[in-house]
């Protein structure tokens, strides 16, 4: 197999150095495992964390070890549970094959789905967006809720599911080519968090305030939405992608008291979670509520399919600069 492994821990944005491809044998699939033949790799914000030995919810990958990802693979043999030719979502990391443990694979229907989107809008990142904003955020019909990474795979699902639900769906992206596919999407308003006039866009955007925020990015976006936040608002916290790369806390004085006395005068709901929390009790009912919603063409999706495993680190410092302009997936095979 060709495989990306981590070769030392980036500081600041990840560079090539950080990584080594190397090829290697894959050792013969034993009891229980099967040898898997990489199609689409999914490059996910969260792998900045994995490559870091900062405490957090997962543990870090090894210096040496191959990169993590999720991945729609082929079954090269036949094993206990599956047949050759069978597509299966597994965790095969970033390479070309692996040898993985049956039991965590996923056997796909090609005819249900285009393969790539168990990686992404029917996947991890859609089910992200459908459990945090539905569990957490709870839009009522008629209030407005607020994404940033609006036209990612998390940002544009909550946006969508936000209008199935009645609600007033406000998108903010990077650049006008970003903040156009939002309108073409249906969202209410869109805005370029990139604009010198932001703020004025936000507040024309949002005339009633904000009732859910949906917290993909951190930064000066949340500097910006935290005053407009209305009474009783929510505020799912999935994500802080624009400190990803930061070595140092923001610029300025700090706002912590401030914040708590905005969570104590509007009453906020402030909660953070990691999707997995949801998967046992949610993840049926997600499967049959967004495939009918894909459908019936209330949920639209985009990918950003980068072809070759040897583009992969390149995509991936893209990721967290907004290079990618949907859901980033790498095409190995
Ligand atoms: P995206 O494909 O949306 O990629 C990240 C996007 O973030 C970029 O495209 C860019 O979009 C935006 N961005 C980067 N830097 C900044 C910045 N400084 N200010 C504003 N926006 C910025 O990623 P995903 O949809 O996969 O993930 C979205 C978020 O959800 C991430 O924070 C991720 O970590 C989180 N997440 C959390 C999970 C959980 O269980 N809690 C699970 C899955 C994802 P633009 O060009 O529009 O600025």
């Known amino acids: 197999t060709t495989r990306i492994v981590l070769a030392s821990r980036p500081v600041g944005e990840p560079t090539d150095d950080d990584f080594r491809?190397?090829?290697?044998?894959?050792?013969?699939?034993?009891?229980?495992?099967?040898?898997?033949?990489?199609?689409?790799?999914?490059?996910?914000?969260y792998m900045r964390g994995r490559m870091s030995d900062a405490p957090s919810y997962a543990a870090p990958v090894e210096i040496g070890q191959t990169?993590?990802?999720?991945?729609?693979?082929?079954?090269?043999?036949?094993?206990?549970?599956?047949?050759?030719?069978?597509?299966?979502?597994?965790?095969?990391?970033?390479?070309?094959?692996?040898?993985?443990?049956?039991?965590?694979?996923?056997?796909?229907?090609?005819?249900?789905?285009?393969?790539?989107?168990?990686?992404?809008?029917?996947?991890?990142?859609?089910?992200?967006?459908?459990?945090?904003?539905?569990?957490?955020?709870?839009?009522k019909e008629g209030e407005t809720v607020?994404?940033?990474a609006a036209t990612g795979p998390v940002g544009s699902a909550v946006g969508q599911i936000?209008?199935?639900?009645?609600?007033?769906?406000?998108?903010?992206?990077?650049?006008?080519?970003?903040?156009?596919?939002?309108?073409?999407?249906?969202?209410?308003?869109?805005i370029d968090h990139r604009a010198p006039d932001f703020r004025d866009q936000l507040k024309a955007a949002t005339p009633d305030?904000?009732?859910?925020?949906?917290?993909?990015?951190?930064?000066?976006?949340?500097?910006?939405?935290?005053?407009?936040?209305?009474?009783?608002?929510?505020?799912?916290?999935?994500?802080?992608?624009?400190?990803?790369?930061?070595?140092?806390?923001?610029?300025?004085?700090?706002?912590?008291?401030?914040?708590?006395?905005?969570?104590?005068?509007?009453?906020?709901?402030?909660?953070g979670f990691i999707q997995s929390e949801f998967w046992p009790s949610q993840h049926e009912q997600f499967q049959r509520d967004m495939s009918s919603w894909i459908a019936d063409g209330q949920v639209a999706y985009r990918e950003d399919i980068v072809e070759g495993l040897e583009n992969t680190v390149d995509a991936f410092r893209g990721l967290l600069r907004g290079a990618n302009f949907g859901k980033l997936i790498v095409k190995v095979s």
């Open 21 to 45: 491809i190397e090829t290697v044998d894959l050792p013969q699939p034993g009891d229980g495992q099967a040898l898997l033949q990489t199609l689409f790799l999914s490059l996910d914000p």
């Open 67 to 139: 990169m993590v990802g999720a991945t729609v693979s082929r079954v090269v043999e036949a094993s206990d549970r599956f047949q050759p030719g069978d597509v299966v979502l597994g965790y095969g990391g970033w390479q070309s094959a692996s040898v993985e443990s049956t039991k965590h694979l996923v056997k796909l229907d090609p005819d249900a789905a285009p393969l790539s989107t168990a990686l992404g809008v029917l996947g991890m990142p859609g089910f992200t967006a459908y459990s945090g904003l539905l569990t957490i955020g709870q839009p």
């Open 209 to 271: 305030g904000v009732d859910v925020y949906f917290e993909n990015v951190g930064g000066a976006v949340w500097d910006a939405v935290a005053p407009r936040l209305n009474l009783y608002a929510r505020v799912p916290v999935c994500g802080l992608v624009s400190s990803y790369n930061a070595t140092s806390l923001p610029e300025g004085p700090d706002r912590s008291g401030q914040l708590m006395g905005r969570i104590l005068t509007k009453s906020l709901t402030i909660r």
């Open 146 to 148: 607020v994404v940033a």
């Open 162 to 190: 936000a209008r199935v639900k009645g609600a007033r769906a406000v998108g903010i992206a990077g650049g006008p080519k970003k903040v156009a596919y939002l309108n073409e999407l249906g969202f209410d308003a869109a």
